[in-house]
Structures are given as structure tokens and as C-alpha cells.
């Protein structure tokens, strides 16, 4: 093999890597009496294999954007680009079989009420030509997968809102998709069901290499599956990032008023009565037990006064606070502890 | 057939065709209701009057069931072009919606009896005599159609966006769309729509006496009101009756059956 050849194959691997490109989004619907402008201006890049979240409260613009990527929307102006290829250049029938490679899952599920489950999951074949007997087949590997195997002849209307769901994504997934478009598909469940689709769809991620496309307003989701976010705000993305970064160094005040969790030190609860020691957490540490060992290693008493903690991504963000001892030396050796731990460390004394 | 048209002879044939052999089931029915009748009541049924209600029976049914049928057929087509093209469908076309709407809502706004006379010009070329059983079937379409189109356009109008939202978002072409979503997810509705229709175009069977069809309804208005046989008209009624409860019962039990949202 040439050398020009592998540099072509690198090439190519680098433009295969960004799946879904957005370039100037601009959407302004017309309504009675003026128009609105509900995407201003988007550029976003989602890379393959990535679980992308995009997070914004109500009316932010996040369903005009997911319906812009499979053009259900058509954008006032901007680019989409799908594997390099702008949707909005395609003719119908390059359109059809893009939408067969992006698809989408909705918070209403969306079902054919009059169909049963495994029709449901075999329509997508059934547009798609594929012969009769292999369609089934495959419906009962994607029920498998989806763990609705015993519900095959049931009718959605006999199922609850998670099994909905989960028929969904069997459904999503028939036309074997690169990009799987989800706009708020927890919204409409409990915490339980949430995180059992949450979970499903992480493995559906893992396993089968797909993007996903996560549109939510809750932050527990992003938190749990997503890898990078995006936080949209009146039309515009305010924040774009890995979603560690996004989580501890907020800088939006959309995004701040989303999270709501890391408190800033300036508004911190009031003063601890004791001289205190106040630990940041920034996911520099992953699962290690920093107190047990500083305790360990220290020989000190540890007396947690508060904490606040989230984790995200198996990563430990948040504060701590605890209880500095009398004696100078021990708290020193707490103090040199922790930082050589790689953590931010802050004394806080007692008024 | 003297120099009919080959769409004339579509026209008449079947009606030639059934009178044929509806004559020998009437005898068969006849022994059976007459010795039903010597059961319950100790009389017999006279065969006269047998003579007149039977072969209007058979007229009855014809009118109704063929021109329910043509009738549907058109106004499916109709309506799902209109439930499609809406605005909010899955392929808008603001033109040819409104220009469809404007010749249905025009059509529809004609009373039934003045359509007839309207049509009779017509309805010789189409089916070859202006008059007569066979001859009200058309103005009995075309007064029928634009009301399905209406109907069903209604019953497809329901399905839920969400649904032909999804059918869109999975690479559907919107043929596609229409046999596969549309239709069947409307179907407990359409099935309404359709016994509707037909018990609709019963009831409007009975002023084609104007055009000198046959029929139950004709029948009760010569013998009951010109000739004061008023045991024909009771009977005459009885049927039209007992055959609208037969179609709005085989209508409501077929929806049913058919509705999964219902279990
Ligand atoms: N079809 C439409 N016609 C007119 N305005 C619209 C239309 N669809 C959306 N909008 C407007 O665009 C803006 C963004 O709406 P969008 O549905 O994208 O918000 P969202 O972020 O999905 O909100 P939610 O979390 O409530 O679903 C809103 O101001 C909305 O009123
Ligand atoms: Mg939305």
C-alpha cells in the first residue's frame, strides 16, 4: 500500500468521524402577525459512536432541531450535513432512504394503534421490500433485544408506557439505523421506566455502534448516558462540550439555571461553626475512596459537616466539607493529603 | 340491447342479470315465509302481495348496495386525496384541496331530488334510458360520493399526526403512508362511515319513485298513498326498517371487532 493511499484511508476515516453536521441552522416559522424565530443560527458536529445531548427548557427550539436533522422540518436556511451529504440538497427518494439510516423515537411512542407489536417493529421492513420471512426473523431478534419477546401479538394499547417505548426502539431499530433521533423520549415516564430505557439505550449504543441523538430538558438524562451536550437556549447552542466539562465549568446562565447543582462558593451555605475544609470534586478522581484512605494514610479523625455530590459518567463532581481537627500538624497533613491527590482543597474558618 | 354503448351495457347488465335469478329465490323464500306465517298467525301470505314487495325488495337492494359500493369506492379516493393534500397533511397541496373542496361542498349543497332532474340528460348517456331502477343508481352516486369523500376525509383526519409523524421519520413514501397507516389505523372509523353511507343511500332510495324506480319505498308511496293499500305500505316499511338496523348493527359490531384501542 502506497503512502498516499493510507493517507487517503486517513483521511477519509477523519470526515467518516463526524456523523451529523449542522452549519448556520436557521429556522423562523410564520405565524399570524409576525414570525418566530426558533433555531438562530446552529452549528454543531456529532461524531459517530457518540450518545449527544442536546439540553433546553421548554420552547428553546430543541424538537425544530431534532425535525430539521430527517428534514420533517424543512430550516429557513443553514446546512445539514449527514454523513457529508446535505439533507437539504437530497431528492425524495435520496431523502427516504437517508430518513431509513436516521431514525427517530418520540415521546408519544407514536405506535400503530391497530397493529400489534410485531407488526410495529416489521413495518419499517415492510416499506423497506425486505422479504416476508426474514422480516420476522429479525422482529424476534429486536423484541429479544428490546425484552418484549412474550408481547409479540400484544396490541400497544395493552402495554405501558415503558414497553411503548421499548416497541419504539425495536421499531427504530428494524431498518438497522447508523442514528437513532431521540426528542424527549423519557419524558413521558416514570423514574424507574426512565432509567431502564436510559439503560437500554446505552447498550444499544455499545453494542451496535449507533449515534445517538439525545434531546431532553432533564439533566439526569444527559448525566447518565450522554457523552457530549449541547445546551440550546432561545434558538441559539450557549455551551457545547464533553459532558464533564459542560457540568463543572458552567458558563451559560441558561445552562447554570438547568443544572442548578454545582453552587458557586461565593453563595455558599452558611459558615460552618468549626474550622472546616472544603474539598471540590471535578472528576479528576474516579472511584476511589479519597476519605477512607485519607483517613488511613493520615491517621486522622474525618467528620463530614456537608456534602454535595452528583456523579456523572462513573466521575465524582460536587463539594465537601469537613471538619478540620485542632492540632496544626494534622490538618496540614490532611491538606498536603488531598492535594497531592490532585483535588482542590480550601480552608474555611469559623467566624 | 339495441345500440347501447358498451358502458350502458356495464350499466344494465347486472341488473338484467340479477333479476334473473332473484324471481326463483322469491319463490323459495316465499314457501318458507308462508309456512312461517301459518305457524305464528293462521294466515297465509298472498301471493299478490308477495308479487309486488319481493321484486321491490330485490330493487331496493340493487340501488342501495351497488350504489353504496361505486359510491365508496370514489369517495375513498376523494377523501384520501382531501385528508392528504390538507394542510397540515402528509403532502400538502393548498390548490388542488381547495379546488376539490369548492366542487364537493358545491355538489353536496344539492338536494337529492333536483339532482335527479338535473341528471336525467346525463344519466341517458350514461346508463341508456333516463328512468327506471337502473338509471336512478347513477344520480344515487353522484349525489352519495362527495358525501363519503367528506366522511372519510373526517375519519382520516383523526388519525394522530404523531403516528403518520413517525411513518414519515422511518423513510415512508406516502403511498406507503396511506395503505399501510392511514387506512388501517382509520379503519373502526371508515367501517362506521361506510354503514352510515349506506343506510343514507337506503333512505334515498325511496324518492326514486320520482324517477320511476322500483323499490320498497316506491312501492309504499304507490300502494299506500295513491291506492290506500295500507297493509303493503306497513310491510313495505317493516323492511326498510328491519334492513337499516341490519346495516347499523353489522356496522357497530364490525367496528368493534375491529378497534384494537378498545382492549
Ligand atoms: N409549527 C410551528 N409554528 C409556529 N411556531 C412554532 C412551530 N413549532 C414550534 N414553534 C415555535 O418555535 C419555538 C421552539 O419550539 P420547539 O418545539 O422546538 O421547542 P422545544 O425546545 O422542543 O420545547 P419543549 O421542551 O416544550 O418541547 C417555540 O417558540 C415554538 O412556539
Ligand atoms: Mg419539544
Redesign the interface.
Known sequence: MSLAETENGALLQEKKDTIIELQGLRKIYQVPGGEVTALNGIDLSIKRGDIYGIIGMSGAGKSTLIRCI?R?DTPTDGKILINGRNVLEMNRGE??????RV??I?Q?F??????TVARNVR??M???GVPRARANERVTELLKIVGLESKANA?P??LSGGQKQRV?IA??LA?DPEVLLCDEATSALDPMTTQSILTLLQDINKRMGITIVVITHEMAVIRQICTRVAIIDGGTIVEEGPVDDVFVHTKSAAGKRLFGIIKSEEDDSAAPDVPALRIVFDGGKQNQPIISDLVRKCDVDVNILSADMKRVGGKSFGQMLIELPENMEDRAKIITYLQGQGLTVKEVLSE | MKNLGWWQIIWQAPYIWCKDWWGAVGNAVYAAVNWLWETLFRTTVSVKSWQILWPAFGDTLYMSIVSTIVAYILGLLLGIVLSVTRKNGIRPMRTLNAVLGVIINFMRSIPFLILLAMLFPITKDVVGKKSGTVAVVFPLIMSAFPYVARMVEGSLNEVDGGVLEAAQAMGSTTFQIIRKVLLPEALPSLINGFSICMTTILAYTAMASAAAGGGLGSVAITYGLNQNRYDIMYAASIMLVVLVQIITITGTVLNRKKDHRLR
Open positions: 430527517n420533517l431523502l427516504l432512504a437517508m430518513r431509513r431514525c427517530m418520540f408519544q407514536n405506535l400503530l394503534m391497530q397493529k413495518y419499517p415492510e416499506i423497506a396490541y394499547v395493552q419504539a421499531r427504530a431498518s
